[in-house]
């Protein structure tokens, strides 16, 4: 594959990974207002306390095979049949189990209801144990536009769906029930585009040698599961439902943005640094633009969003919502710094090393918990700035290893992102405090969106920003 090829099959990929995610986030943004303004805090809560053990459950059925596919040089129709039915053997031992513990869980928080509940909201991760090996291959051949189209589908189905049942008081029942239309128009739309079909003929031999990859992967992935709910399982035992549906709704929100910019750069990252991952230098030019290109994105999205929270929160979802205001200020600061983090995860991956990915995961989620334990006397928010000061600066753990795979040095790695991370931090910060005097909640939070945007763009013009121009240039392009 030649440079410019490589450079237009990325170019294409950010733009449609970038429309599916936008798009996907715009559609949770619209169902998830409606959702919070027919719902309370407490029916939030009861779904929020179940989703790491669904989450974890997905992991283990989905077993790392989609990147264990995509690292493959070489793959045939029976490593897809082979990850299919071992996906399908997964989810189901695994969904018996989790029906026969739902009690203990309910029992751990004092919520006798949460059986049922569970039992409901576990069929999604055995529904999605069906579509591992057609998102496999869609992922590895970058069928971006694709999984636009089946994002698009299937979050207006879902969305239609919970907001519908939330009207007729179904409460957390049409969460967990739109969770699982989710997953089910995924799984039917991932075998409708990818065009693969399984077969009876069953070898696992596929799996024995991916397995040792894959595995690394699975509990890479746990840890992370553990840190993205840790404060779910501790609030719900801690405090109170409500105090977990507080959290559940600001980390939504910032959820919805780091999962834009993260499912963007996924969407091309792995695959097209595996492409070159005999070619050292050739894969650091082009983590490098990849580098940038998040920053980019990333710290004006996310310091964004920190900085409209309360307008937002009161505006969209009403004043019974304030409280998760802070909270979602906090968790934007750190979340402008995951997809950076994410990017150079995703370089390890394309390099083989999932034993690299898995240790630095591990330490870092055995840091939070740690840190969680020692603080959670002083409060929720207490806890909200240590979780994120050590996501900050764990990626500097990131970038040590991943100067020693293609020699990115903290100087070119500062070089590329300071423009973007300082110029954001100045305009968030002049426009917290130059707007803070006007009374009007959605003057002022116009004012600020347009404020920080508009001189953000126009700054980085004047200055002759590459990635701006070429930004501009590849969408003016497209539109011929």
């Known amino acids: 594959m030649t440079e410019q090829s490589l450079k237009d099959k990325t170019a294409k990929g950010l733009f449609w990974g970038g429309l599916s995610n936008g798009v996907q986030q715009l559609l949770n943004l619209l169902f998830g207002i409606f959702l919070a303004r027919l719902l309370t805090p407490a029916d939030y809560g009861m779904v929020g306390m179940l989703t790491i053990f669904t989450a974890l459950a997905s992991i283990l059925q989905e077993g790392g095979f989609i990147s264990a596919l995509t690292n493959r040089k070489k793959t045939e129709h029976k490593d897809y049949n082979a990850v299919f039915w071992f996906s399908i053997l997964m989810g189901t031992s695994l969904y018996t189990l989790l029906y026969i513990c739902s009690p203990l869980i309910a029992e751990f928080y004092e919520q006798p209801e949460l059986t049922n509940l569970a039992r409901l909201s576990f069929l999604g991760f055995l529904i999605s144990s069906t579509n591992v090996a057609p998102r496999a291959f869609l992922f590895k051949h970058l069928r971006t536009k694709e999984n636009a189209i089946i994002s698009f589908c299937s979050l207006t189905l879902s969305g239609i769906t919970g907001i519908t049942l939330a009207a007729n008081g179904f409460a957390y029942w049409g969460i967990a029930i739109q969770t699982i239309v989710y997953t089910a128009s995924i799984s039917v739309l991932s075998y409708y585009f990818s065009g693969w079909r399984p077969s009876f003929q069953i070898d696992f031999t596929p799996i024995k040698e991916m397995i040792g990859y894959s595995s690394k992967l699975i509990v890479t992935h746990t840890f992370h599961i553990i840190n993205a709910n840790l404060f779910s399982v501790l609030l719900g035992k801690l405090y109170t439902e409500k105090a977990v549906g507080f959290f559940s709704q600001a980390n939504k929100w910032n959820t919805m943005g780091t999962t834009t910019i993260n499912g963007m750069m996924t ?39 920190s900085l409209v929270a309360p307008e937002f929160i009161t505006l969209a979802i009403t004043d019974k919502w304030l409280p998760s205001a802070q909270m979602m200020q906090i968790l934007c600061i750190g979340g402008a710094f995951l997809p950076i983090g994410n990017l150079f995860s995703q370089l390890l991956l394309s390099r083989g090393h999932s034993s690299t990915y898995m240790w630095c995961t591990i330490a870092l989620s055995i840091l939070q918990l740690g840190t969680a334990y020692l603080v959670y006397p002083y409060g929720i928010n207490t806890m909200l700035y240590a979780f994120v000061a050590i996501n900050i600066s764990w990626t500097w753990v990131w970038l040590h290893f991943t100067h020693r795979e293609v020699g990115l040095t903290h100087r070119a790695f500062l070089k590329d992102i300071s423009p973007y991370l300082l110029l954001s931090g100045t305009l968030v910060l002049l426009a917290h405090y130059t707007m803070a005097s006007i009374s009007s909640v959605p003057i002022r939070l116009i004012g600020k969106i347009l404020g920080v945007g508009g001189l953000y763009l126009f700054i980085l013009w004047q200055l002759k920003s590459v990635i701006l121009r070429e930004s501009i240039a590849f969408f003016l392009k497209r539109r011929k």
């Open 267 to 305: 969407s091309v990252a792995q695959p097209v640094l595996s492409t070159i991952s005999n070619d050292k230098g050739y894969q650091l030019k082009a983590l490098r633009k990849m580098l940038r290109f998040t920053a980019f994105i990333s710290f004006p999205a996310m310091f964004g969003l």
